[in-house]
């Protein structure tokens, strides 16, 4: 799918947010990991 101009960037945008959501729940899922398996 191609996008113009306004679109692209907007979608990019939408693109880029979920995945430094992604991003942050995989490490915070991480450390509770590495905290539990500490205690």
């Known amino acids: 799918m191609r996008y113009r ?3 692209r ?9 979920v995945y430094n959501i ?6 915070a899922l ?4 590495l905290l539990a398996s500490a205690m």
């Open 5 to 7: 101009g306004k679109n």
């Open 30 to 33: 991480q450390i509770n990991r």
């Open 9 to 17: 960037k907007i979608s990019k945008n939408c693109h880029d947010n």
């Open 22 to 27: 992604a991003t942050k729940q995989h490490s």
